[in-house]
């Protein structure tokens, strides 16, 4: 399986949810979209262990089945696409669970998040919305 890794489960990850552990191991490949590496970053900066977590994340970054996932020209047509969905559902959601929505969509991922406003896309394969 390949997921596409929301903050909320990486702090899960971080926590040692026994779950989140166990799904994460079983993953053929983890993405990281570039906006939950700025979401974590700018918690890290709010906080008392900026480098320590700062150094967890850079480890788990190196991890051979994890790669960072940026947008490019055909994310923006999703982004576009989602947004209009979700304004015309009357069913909005943050501007960063846009992008992330978007870059799901674009290459096939299984979401795995807590936030349950994803489940206004259907188009979205998610796991771990309890």
């Not at 480890?59 to 994310?75: H, Q, Y």
Request: charged letters at 20%; glycine letters at 4%; hydrophobic letters at 45%.
């Amino acid at each position: 399986m390949k997921l596409l890794l929301d903050t909320n489960r990486y702090r899960d990850f971080c926590a040692a949810d026994p779950l989140t552990k166990e799904i994460l191991q079983q993953a053929e490949w983890v993405f990281i979209p570039f906006i939950v590496l700025a979401e974590l970053k700018a918690g890290f900066l709010s906080g008392q262990l900026a480098r320590q977590n700062e150094s967890i994340l850079i480890r788990f970054l190196n991890r051979p089945r994890v790669r960072m996932l940026f947008p490019d020209l055909e994310t923006t047509n999703h982004y576009a696409q989602v947004y209009a969905q979700l304004r015309h559902q009357g069913t909005p959601i943050p501007t960063n669970d846009l992008w992330i929505a978007a870059l799901a969509i674009q290459h096939g991922l299984l979401l795995f998040s807590r936030d349950h406003h994803f489940s206004h896309l259907p188009q979205i394969a998610r796991i771990g919305s309890e």
